[in-house]
């Protein structure tokens, strides 16, 4: 399979990229791992007549801390993500998601600013972003902005991207002194997509008891989403059994299940169930 | 489009069409056809080479994006005589049957090792979860690949 004729661009600088896109409107992509945006151009199922790479523009990979934050380039891989030694001590939970993303030549390849631009239902990181508050940066003709993670994914496949603006930068928050975090997936046995995907950083008190909890799902909705009602029945209370049942019983209120042959509606919500269980007993002191 | 790519060690200009993808310019333009082509999807691994030394799937990836870059295929991997100690580990613990994955399942073996030269067999697993085989049941190819790393450490260890 190869994709259908297009023209290459390989632009050095954000500002020549986001000059090519408004020159060339709809009939142009951007090009960063390539491994969700190739395979549909194999498959025509999308047509790109200019395809405009930026993988040669210097300073979108990297990962830096400032005060409060971390700072995380779009261009950054999967792998450099799960293996930055800053986040595995200052913001774990981007790692241990990342790890669990495909293989190893999906994760050298793929991207954070891709995988957040495609907004895949089943995407691993997008729950994570969604449960730190991430705020991202984008560039567009008219300069920068800055837009929270719950605002960024609209619907399937859709996010708030105009189509002339790049996604920069990632920035999360430290993770709290005092939180413990988690991602648990069942994954699809062909793609390795989440079938569902549970994000969880609780910050607990002196005593032990739960702060704030934060919980988002991946797979399970045509968006992914934080649990609000699961993370308020937590507060205040121990990771007990009981509180842990109570919490995963709340993660899929409200929720229009996807539905497919492989993991049909009723499946799903008893997989959320359970995978936020156990993400969060994987939390309870021992 | 003119593209410049250090292949195997030698430096290489082409002329490629854009959508080309690095599979098709390996096999096809210089005649590298260990590259093995399984799915055509991004699912099996038999296409895996190393690009900047980062284990990649070549079906998944076009030509020009390998522009100024370096690539190491199943045919660089072996010194000018004899064989690399994976593939000498495959051989030896009977790793492959009709052949087809050997090439993606050496390279991932080579790249696993490269960054772990220790590896337990859970690593060595997860490692290969890109790569498929459809003889082996995989058993003697992880068998294998610890066998290399044993032939490595000792290797390195001799003066
Ligand atoms: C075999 C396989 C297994 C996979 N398994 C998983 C998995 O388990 N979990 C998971 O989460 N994902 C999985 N993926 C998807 C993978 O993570 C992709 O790499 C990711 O979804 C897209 O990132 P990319 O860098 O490859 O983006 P590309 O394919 O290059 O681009 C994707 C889309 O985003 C746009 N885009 C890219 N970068 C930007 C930017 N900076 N600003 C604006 N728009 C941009 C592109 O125009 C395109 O529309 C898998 C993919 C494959 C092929
Ligand atoms: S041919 Fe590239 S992964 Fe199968
Ligand atoms: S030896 Fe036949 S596919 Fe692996």
Known sequence: MIPSRFAYHAPRTVEDAIALLQSHGDEAKLLAGGHS?????????????????????EGLASIRQSESSIHIGAMTTHSELAESELLAQRQPLLPRAAIQIGDVQVRNSGTLGGSLAHADPAADLVPVLLALEAELRICGPAGERSLAAGDFFTSMFTTALAPDEILLEVRVPLAPANSRCSYEKVPHRASHLAVVGVAVQIEFTADGRCDQARLALTGLAPVPYRALAAEASLRGKTLSGESIEAAAQQVTDGVEPLSDLYAPADYRLHLARVTTARALASLAPL | MQISVRVNGKQTSAEVEPRTLLVHFLREQLRLTGVHIGCDTSQCGACSVLLDGKLVKSCTILAVQA???????????????????????????????????????????????????????????????????????????????????????KREAQP
């Not at chain 1, 498959?43 to 790479?53: E, F, G, K, Q, T």
């Open chain 1, 37 to 57: 945006l190739l395979p549909l151009m194999k498959l025509r199922l999308a047509r790109v007549a200019h395809l405009i790479d930026i993988g040669r523009i």
């Open chain 2, 67 to 153: 522009d100024e870059r370096e690539v190491l295929t199943i045919e660089g991997l072996a010194p000018r005589e004899g064989l690399h100690p994976v593939q000498e580990a495959f051989q030896e613990c009977h790793a492959l049957q009709c052949g087809f994955c050997t090439p993606g399942m050496v390279m991932a073996a080579h790249a696993l090792l490269s960054r772990r030269p220790n590896p337990s067999e859970p690593e060595i697993r997860e490692a290969l979860r890109g790569n498929r085989c459809r003889c082996t049941g995989y058993q003697n190819i992880v068998t294998a690949i610890s066998a290399a790393a044993e032939k490595q450490s």
